[in-house]
């Protein structure tokens, strides 16, 4: 519309060249509630990007924004002393880790974002094992700066500005569908982790033992790809065999994104680090943390500051997002839903062969676009964005060459909302290949 195109038009003089969003979805947002988004010139859309996974409960949920009305009126800003608010979200925070878990772990504030955790992630993991190294997984995504840019698999940022670490050392992930050994699931009678086994238990396999591992259990902007339970458990019990801390980055699958609160939980594993952001807050109010082992506290004071680690706002948010999301059994709306979407992407799969894969978990979704007919599985993704987005579904795309349609709906999102976006979703992969 004519003010969404105005405002558009405004930004892309006035704004860095590095914005991205309304590059490949054009629309200025005058405001937001629930699952849906409404444009400048009143345009409604549904909101199956919420805030690149951030917004679990969607936009300004009411119960949330109360609670973060009246943490407003008595504080706001709160350094790293101890405060009720922040009392309350670490007492929270904890309790949500599965078993004892709680009792033996501890937290570290961050700053604001995912990226910032995954910083402090690497040097807790470094300063608690006095060793320097780390291992990554190929696709992974970790965030902007330069020591989760280089922990990324995604070469082409690092290209203009070097690799901001010494010492990464990719190893693939378990990507069947791109398996870099070129075996079949059915026919895979090992995984990707025996090779990585292989490389760090030999002497002279050129990779001195790593701080630490640092894995996506599900890679959320590598595409929606959901590792195997073998993969997982292997590369659990080699890092514990091997006293390497295994760090997991729940920055997009935590908070109840897959299912269960945390992904780990659903693969029996109980990781050393853990880095959560995004949907912490519920709405959007950035906040970012580390929970880790009590024993992996060798921080001196000091060692890992930042002025913006007492957001009291993110942290009332995050209480009464948390309350909510128990009283109202959002994780059970997760798994319902998720199962709704599987069903609906599967049919949709078997009916148009330019589709090469469906995965996910929880209201973490993937489609894979292959190669057809002259047209890059990306030039399909990319049409079917924009087809999706003219019809009123906001979705984003990820995973190599964004040949993966991604749908990250709110965790609150409704059968209704689910079934009106598959239909627009189908809509668009039927209008994408005509
Ligand atoms: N880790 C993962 C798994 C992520 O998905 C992201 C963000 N997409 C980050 C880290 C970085 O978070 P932020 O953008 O808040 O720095």
């Not at 910032?116 to 040097?123: G, H, P, S, Y």
């Not at 190893?171 to 090992?190: D, I, K, N, V």
Request: proline letters at 5%; glycine letters at 12%; charged letters at 20%.
């Amino acid at each position: 519309g004519p003010r969404s195109k105005e405002l558009l038009d405004r930004q892309q003089v006035r704004e860095s060249s590095a914005r991205t969003y309304p590059r490949y979805l054009p629309i200025a947002i005058r405001r937001a509630a629930g699952s849906y988004v409404e444009d400048l010139d009143g345009n409604v859309f549904l909101d199956f990007l919420a805030g690149a996974g951030v917004l679990s409960l969607g936009h300004n949920h009411p119960r949330v924004v109360a609670a973060v009305r009246e943490q407003l009126g008595d504080l706001v800003h709160g350094l790293d002393f101890p405060t009720p608010a922040k009392d309350a979200f670490t007492e929270a925070q904890l309790g949500m880790l599965p078993g004892d878990m709680g009792d033996r772990f501890k937290i570290h504030y961050c700053g604001p974002t995912g990226a910032n955790a995954v910083e402090a992630a690497l040097k807790l993991a470094k300063i608690a094992t006095g060793r320097t190294d780390i291992v990554a997984f190929s696709g992974g995504f970790h965030g902007s700066t330069a020591g989760a840019m280089a922990v990324t698999g995604n070469v082409g940022p690092k290209a203009a500005v070097g690799n901001g670490l010494p010492g990464v050392h990719f190893f693939p992930f378990s990507y069947c569908r791109r398996c870099p050994l070129g075996l079949r699931p059915e026919t895979c009678s090992t995984n990707c982790a025996t090779y990585l086994r292989s490389v760090l238990t030999d002497a002279n396999g050129g990779v001195p033992r790593p701080a630490g591992v640092l894995l996506e259990l599900i890679q959320g902007e590598g595409g929606s790809v959901v590792a195997t339970r073998e993969f997982v458990r292997e590369v659990r019990q080699l890092t514990r065999e091997l006293e390497i801390p295994l760090i997991v980055d729940e920055v997009q699958t935590g908070c109840g994104r897959t299912g269960s609160w945390f992904a780990f939980e659903q693969y029996d594993i109980e990781p050393d680090i853990v880095i959560a952001s995004k949907a912490l807050s519920g709405i959007g109010l950035p906040v970012s943390v580390l929970l880790y082992r009590g024993d992996l506290d060798r921080w001196s004071p000091g060692a890992h500051i930042g002025t913006f680690r007492g957001n009291q706002l993110a942290f009332a948010s995050g209480v009464a997002a948390l309350d909510y999301v128990r009283s109202a059994d959002v994780l059970g709306n997760v798994c319902r839903r998720g199962a709704q979407i599987a069903q609906s992407l599967g049919a949709l799969a078997a009916r148009v062969p330019g589709i090469a894969e469906v995965r996910g978990r929880g209201l973490l979704w993937g489609v894979e676009f292959g190669d057809t007919d002259g047209l890059s599985g990306s030039q399909v993704a990319a049409a079917v964005r924009a087809e999706c987005l003219r019809r009123g579904l906001i979705v984003e795309l990820g995973g190599r060459d964004d040949c993966v349609l991604r749908l990250l709906p709110p965790l609150t999102v409704s059968e209704a909302e689910i079934a009106v976006a598959l239909d627009i979703v189908h809509d668009a992969v039927a209008a994408a290949f005509p």
